[in-house]
């Protein structure tokens, strides 16, 4: 039996037709970057931290370097 | 502490003649699902396969010995003063008339931006750069703006007397050359950018470094990722700076479909508003590139008067017409402490107040280009009756 240590192409197979459906849509509006899907991202993970603000960066190593 | 690019994208597209042409060239993007869905297979998300193909792409075309896939075109130059070890009090010479990343990246690794005036090129002027040469100076970080190569015979030969290296800000300049030599080459390190603008760009941030010094390529090798030699060792401390492999595919695609299309067609479109607009007295153009030199136009520029009047009323025919950049980077808050008494900018000042760039890309036919002229043409024809 195998047993691997993560299982990223499961979570992608199954939603695929989300994630490509929602690239196009990105793609059409040319908001690639600091556009509207993160802004709601951002709202909706200040919701569940309960935090008033929170930004988008490019990855946790940046937002402890900027902090 | 609003995200402003949200509105500004949804202004911008709006406009018929826009310079954001993105919703055209994604418009089918099957090619590139079809990629991501194999790349989902190898689960090699960051610095994977696609990524190495694009460091080889950008090696052919720059001819250079190494490239390495990067977070932006910005990190590009911060990592290549980074692997200089500036220290306090070091000085980098560049120019004021540029994108702030370019001065960002000296003063976040450490140095100190020393700004020289530009040309009617819009490049650094390369006869007031000896003056400015102190024993601090550790780097000259030359801006090839707008996808002009800078004058690389006289910045070669300072750079060899004095022994300082280039760093070139070839973010504008992808498939430029400078008599036959490709923009990126010419000093220690290259920086490209695939920001969604550029002439190759990404589905966000992305960038690649050229070099063909080893040593120096060693360096940026670790410091993009954590300093890392193998999973478990860490030999310097470094950062965070990977290229995606779903942007390295985006860039992959663009450079093998698109880009020998966009360059020309972007070269053709200038070259057309170039002999249309020459003749108006109104209007002036900066100094074009030779024939032995090639300018990609990544923005094209042209000098005017009554510049916001003109950019105003281009706006309101649905021209996106856009000043880059009102406020050069001399004049910013942030560029305060940096400013040492008696800086005097004249030409840079001088241009700020009189240059536009106009639309140019790929997707423009005859008739759009001609739109533009007409409407400049009337405006100056009608220019006090026009409010």
């Not at chain 1, 195998?2 to 299982?7: A, E, H, L, R, V």
């Not at chain 2, 360096?219 to 478990?232: A, Q, T």
């Not at chain 2, 070259?271 to 090639?294: A, F, Q």
Request: net charge positive; proline share 2%; with cysteine.
């Amino acid at each position: 039996m195998k047993i691997p240590f993560i299982n990223l192409k499961k979570n992608f197979i199954n939603n695929k037709k989300i994630f490509f459906k929602a690239i196009s849509k990105v793609g059409k509006s040319g908001d690639f970057i600091l556009g509207k899907e993160l802004f709601l991202f951002e709202k909706k993970v200040s919701k569940i931290l309960k935090v008033k603000y929170c930004l988008g960066v490019g990855n946790g190593t940046d937002a402890l370097f900027l902090a | 502490m609003k995200n402003f690019l949200i509105k500004q994208y949804q202004k911008d597209i709006k406009k018929k003649i826009s310079h954001n042409y993105l919703p055209y060239q994604f418009k089918n993007s099957s090619q590139i699902f079809k990629k991501i869905k194999l790349l989902i297979k190898n689960c090699d998300f960051t610095l994977g396969k696609e990524v190495i193909t694009l460091e080889n792409n950008f090696k052919k075309l720059t001819k250079t010995k190494y490239a390495f896939g990067v977070g932006s075109g910005t990190d590009a130059m911060f990592l290549s003063l980074r692997a200089l070890d500036l220290k306090k009090g070091d000085e980098v010479i560049t120019t004021s008339f540029t994108f702030y990343s370019t001065v960002s990246a000296i003063v976040t690794a450490g140095g100190t931006p020393v700004f020289i005036d530009i040309g009617n090129d819009l490049n650094i002027n390369p006869d007031l750069i000896e003056k400015k040469i102190t024993k601090k100076t550790k780097a000259l970080l030359i801006v090839h703006w707008a996808g002009k190569v800078c004058d690389m015979e006289k910045i070669l030969k300072i750079s060899k007397k004095y022994k300082i290296p280039i760093i070139e800000d070839a973010c504008h300049a992808i498939g430029a050359s400078f008599k036959n030599k490709s923009a990126g080459s010419f000093g220690l390190s290259g920086c490209f950018s695939f920001h969604p603008l550029k002439n190759i760009n990404v589905w966000g941030d992305g960038g690649v470094l050229c070099t063909n010094n080893k040593a120096f390529a060693k360096k940026i090798y670790l410091l993009r990722n954590h300093g890392l030699v193998s999973r478990n060792r860490c030999k310097i401390f470094g950062y965070n700076s990977r290229l995606d492999t779903i942007q390295a595919i985006v860039a992959n695609y663009i450079f093998k479909n698109r880009l020998k299309i966009i360059t020309k067609k972007r070269i053709l479109n200038s070259n057309y508003l170039d002999e249309k607009l020459k003749n108006n007295k109104d209007i002036s153009l900066p100094v074009r590139s030779d024939k032995n030199s090639k300018e990609v136009f990544h923005l094209y520029h042209i000098f005017c008067k009554k510049q916001k009047k003109l950019v105003a009323y281009l706006n309101k025919k649905g021209i996106d017409a856009k000043i880059h950049y009102p406020i050069p980077v001399h004049k910013q808050q942030a560029a305060k402490k940096y400013i040492k008494k008696g800086l005097n900018l004249v030409n840079t000042d001088r241009i700020v107040r009189k240059i536009i760039s106009l639309p140019v890309h790929e997707y423009f036919k005859i008739k759009d280009l001609d739109f533009i002229i007409e409407s400049i043409n009337f405006f100056y024809k009608n220019e006090n009756s026009i409010h």
